[in-house]
């Protein structure tokens, strides 16, 4: 099992930037890949960001390319997301993901993950 806890959510102006973490506890953290999902208000939850168990690929939704940028430091078991840039349909519940599955595939697909956070809210004013 692996417990995952996400912070650093918050209302922000839009252009701003925040990061996000997640830390993990239960299993070794370096044996997992890490994801972070968005879901917004009426909407299904959407892949963001995914990384490699040992931080040596990154993934990125389209729409975040360029503006987020995902990272782990496994030796403090936690994981992190930073956004600038920050829009208003970034507007979201974020959530971070680990998986077992040490591959590269479906890491866009939220159903590939074994075990989840329960989420940070980030809102981005107008």
């Known amino acids: 099992q692996v417990q995952l806890a996400e912070s650093g959510g918050g209302l922000v102006q839009a252009g701003d930037s925040l990061r996000l973490s997640c830390a993990a506890s239960?299993?070794?953290?370096?044996?997992?890949?890490m994801g972070w999902f968005r879901q917004a208000p009426g909407k299904e939850r959407e892949f963001v960001a995914a990384i490699t168990w040992g931080g040596g690929s990154t993934f990125y939704a389209d729409s975040v390319e360029g503006r987020f940028s995902i990272s782990r430091d496994n030796a403090k078991n936690t994981g992190y997301l930073e956004m600038n840039s920050l829009k208003p349909e970034d507007t979201a519940v974020y959530y971070c993901a680990a998986r077992r599955a040490r591959n590269f595939s479906n890491l866009s697909n939220l159903d590939s993950y074994d075990y989840w956070g329960q989420g940070t809210q980030v809102t981005v004013s107008s």
């Open positions: 239960g299993r070794i953290f370096s044996n997992y890949v």
